[in-house]
């Protein structure tokens, strides 16, 4: 692989691997800006070049960070407004189809993407601006349906810290007066964030620890989580803790509700890479401090930053389009990415 002419995705994985870019929203707005100076000044005539320097990002991407799903889910996503814009500028897809042309039409028909198009260009950069403003407007969107699914004096669980719930919550508190049980998250504890943010914007808050989500449950009448990712069966990859919340959900026969960006949806299952990667093991000795000495010697600790959720725990998932089912997810992949790339 030259890496001389994949530099800009090389900037890219270096600036999320040190945690220059660590923000999802700014992963996926820079993803979204290398992709969009490819098309401009990349080296390329047809598509069919272009969607192979894409290919060679997302390949690229893969590899080096198997579980960033945002940067190659916003790549592939890309790849395929390339085909689709690709396939509209031709004369396969244009006004210019007849009807007979359409009814005799062989499915097996493969699109030539080498044929040259003048307008393709324009076309992209067209497609990707109003890309762009969807990602800029996506959390917003999001939260903006929040009075539709909070209502008054309800209790809403959460667990840890994550801007989509943060913004959700807050929008909902406009217009609804509700309470708000925040578990903390340890060992990070980024909990007490969350509920410091929240009772700025007067949302009464109680902050619990995990080994009392089971007891608080009861008096809950909706979970909210945010999640990393979102799997091809409609599972998440999320923050360690969001498995017990929704087990102990299920219990009391509570709904949950996912909060979860468009380019968080993901063709990667949980299977499809080692449990070290998928549930990123932090240090231990966030848990048990390296001062306790030889007594650790004899215990094994893992201290996974994220967990898996089954698709059945799940009540909806919610986008800045609506709500969804986790059975619908694989709709959204067909829509969002090409076939030929998963």
Not at 31 to 45: D, M, R
């Given at each position: 692989m030259d890496l001389e002419r994949l530099s800009d995705v090389m900037q890219l994985i270096s600036d999320i691997k040190h945690k220059v870019i660590c923000n999802p929203h700014d992963v996926a707005?820079?993803?979204?800006?290398?992709?969009?100076?490819?098309?401009?000044?990349?080296?390329?005539?047809?598509?069919?070049?272009?969607?192979?320097?894409i290919r060679m990002r997302i390949k690229c991407i893969a590899q080096s960070l198997p579980m960033e799903g945002i940067a190659t889910n916003i790549t592939r996503h890309i790849l395929k407004i390339v085909c689709d814009e690709f396939e509209l500028a031709s004369e396969k897809k244009g006004e210019s189809n007849s009807l007979h042309q359409i009814v005799r039409a062989d499915s097996t028909d493969?699109?030539?993407?080498?044929?040259?198009?003048?307008?393709?260009?324009?076309?992209?950069?067209?497609?990707?601006?109003?890309?762009?403003?969807?990602?800029?407007?996506?959390?917003?969107?999001?939260?903006?349906?929040?009075p539709e699914l909070i209502h008054n004096n309800e209790t809403i669980l959460t667990?840890?810290?994550?801007?989509?719930?943060?913004?959700?919550?807050?929008?909902?508190?406009?217009?609804?007066?509700?309470?708000v049980v925040v578990a903390e998250a340890a060992p990070l504890c980024k909990g007490h964030?969350?509920?410091?943010?929240?009772?700025?914007?007067?949302?009464?808050v109680t902050v619990v620890s995990d080994a009392a989500i089971f007891a608080m449950m009861s008096r809950v009448n909706k979970v909210v989580i945010g999640t990393q990712m979102v799997l091809g069966?409609?599972?998440?990859?999320?923050?360690?803790?969001?498995?017990?919340?929704?087990?102990?959900?299920?219990?009391?026969?509570?709904?949950?509700?996912?909060?979860?960006?468009m380019y968080e949806f993901s063709t990667v299952s949980q299977g499809?890479?080692?449990?070290?990667?998928?549930?990123?093991?932090?240090?231990p000795a966030e848990i048990l401090p390296l001062t306790l000495g030889p007594m650790l010697n004899d215990v094994t600790v893992i201290n996974p930053r994220f967990d898996?959720?089954?698709?059945?725990?799940?009540?909806?998932?919610?986008?800045?389009?609506?709500?969804?089912?986790?059975?619908?997810?694989?709709?959204?992949?067909?829509?969002?990415?090409?076939?030929?790339?998963?």
């Open positions: 707005v820079k993803t979204e800006e290398l992709l969009e100076a490819l098309i401009s000044n990349g080296n390329w005539t047809s598509a069919m070049q272009l969607m192979e320097l493969v699109v030539d993407y080498s044929e040259s198009l003048s307008s393709l260009k324009a076309a992209l950069l067209k497609h990707l601006s109003e890309y762009k403003s969807e990602l800029e407007s996506s959390a917003d969107n999001i939260a903006a349906q929040a667990i840890g810290m994550s801007e989509k719930v943060e913004m959700f919550l807050k929008s909902a508190a406009k217009s609804r007066k509700f309470n964030d969350l509920a410091a943010s929240l009772v700025e914007s007067k949302i009464k069966n409609g599972g998440l990859r999320a923050q360690s803790g969001s498995h017990t919340v929704a087990l102990c959900a299920r219990h009391f026969a509570v709904p949950v509700f996912v909060l979860c960006h499809s890479v080692d449990d070290a990667t998928f549930y990123e093991y932090a240090s898996y959720v089954p698709p059945e725990l799940i009540s909806l998932l919610i986008t800045h389009q609506g709500g969804n089912s986790p059975s619908y997810v694989y709709r959204l992949l067909s829509e969002l990415y090409h076939p030929d790339d998963y």
